[in-house]
C-alpha cells in the first residue's frame, strides 16, 4: 500500500519561492511567499509597494506635473524643513488637494524657487574682509590649538552661512567650502558653546 505524502504548507512556500514571484509595481523585486499565504493569498507587492490611497493621490498629482513639497525638497537639494518656509516667503499660498490637503507646486513655481536659490547660492554672499575682522576673533584658535591641515574658519563659516541662506542640505553644499563632515562638525560645537550665536550677533 502506498502512502500518500503529507501536504505541508512550509514545503509549500518552498516551492513557491522557487517559481518566483515578482512585484506587481514592475520593480524587479521578489515576493517572499510565507506559509500563511496559503491561506490569504500569494501577495501581488512586496510590503514597501504596495498601493495605497495616499499613494495613488501623489501618482495622479505627479501624472499633472506638480509636485509635492516632499518631491520639492528632493529636487531642489533643500531640508524637508526648508521648503515650507521658502515657498511661503517667495510664491505665498499655495493649493493643498486631496485627503491629507497636500500642497502642491507647479513647473512655474517650481522655476521660481530654483532660480531663487541659485541667486542666494552665489558666492558674493560670503563673508567680506570687514565682516571677518569681526568674527575672527571669535572663531580662531591659537596656533597650539590647531593638528594637521584644518580648513581657515571663514570657510567653515561661509560653508554653514550658505546652509542657512539657502535651507539646502548639507550634502548639496558646493564644492568650494571644506568637507561636509567638518563644516557639520563645527557647527554643531559652535552651537553647543553659543560660539555660534556671537557670530551671528556680530554679523547682525
Known amino acids: 500500500m502506498q502512502l500518500t505524502p503529507q501536504f505541508s504548507v512550509a514545503t509549500w512556500a518552498e516551492e513557491e519561492n522557487a517559481k518566483g514571484h515578482f512585484c506587481a509595481c514592475g520593480c524587479g523585486q521578489r515576493v517572499h511567499v510565507l506559509?500563511?499565504?496559503?491561506k490569504s493569498g500569494i501577495?501581488?507587492?512586496?510590503?514597501?509597494?504596495?498601493?495605497?490611497?495616499?499613494?495613488?493621490e501623489i501618482q495622479a498629482l505627479h501624472a499633472k506635473s506638480l509636485m509635492t513639497?516632499?518631491?520639492?525638497?528632493?529636487?531642489?537639494?533643500?531640508?524637508r524643513k526648508a521648503v515650507q518656509?521658502?515657498?511661503?516667503?517667495?510664491?505665498?499660498?499655495?493649493?493643498?488637494?486631496?485627503?491629507?490637503?497636500?500642497?502642491?507646486?507647479?513647473p512655474r513655481q517650481v522655476a521660481k524657487l530654483r532660480a531663487e536659490l541659485a541667486r542666494r547660492a552665489h558666492p558674493r554672499h560670503d563673508l567680506t574682509d570687514a565682516q571677518w575682522e569681526k568674527v575672527a576673533p571669535i572663531v580662531s584658535r591659537p596656533p597650539k590649538q590647531r593638528s594637521g591641515r584644518i580648513p581657515a574658519?571663514?570657510?567653515?563659516?561661509?560653508?554653514?552661512?550658505?546652509?542657512?541662506?539657502?535651507?539646502?542640505?548639507?550634502?548639496?553644499?558646493?564644492?568650494?567650502?571644506?568637507?561636509?563632515?567638518?563644516?557639520?562638525?563645527?557647527?554643531?560645537?559652535?552651537?553647543?558653546?553659543?560660539?555660534?550665536?556671537?557670530?551671528?550677533?556680530?554679523?547682525?
Open 153 to 204: 574658519e571663514r570657510d567653515i563659516i561661509n560653508a554653514i552661512r550658505w546652509i542657512q541662506r539657502t535651507g539646502a542640505s548639507w550634502e548639496a553644499m558646493p564644492d568650494r567650502y571644506p568637507p561636509r563632515s567638518t563644516c557639520q562638525a563645527h557647527f554643531l560645537a559652535w552651537k553647543l558653546d553659543g560660539t555660534w550665536a556671537r557670530v551671528c550677533r556680530v554679523l547682525g
Open 69 to 79: 513639497a516632499t518631491d520639492l525638497a528632493k529636487e531642489l537639494r533643500l531640508q
Open 35 to 38: 506559509p500563511m499565504h496559503r
Open 43 to 56: 501577495p501581488k507587492y512586496i510590503p514597501e509597494h504596495r498601493p495605497t490611497r495616499y499613494g495613488a
Open 85 to 106: 518656509p521658502l515657498a511661503d516667503e517667495l510664491i505665498g499660498d499655495t493649493p493643498r488637494v486631496g485627503s491629507r490637503q497636500i500642497r502642491v507646486f507647479t
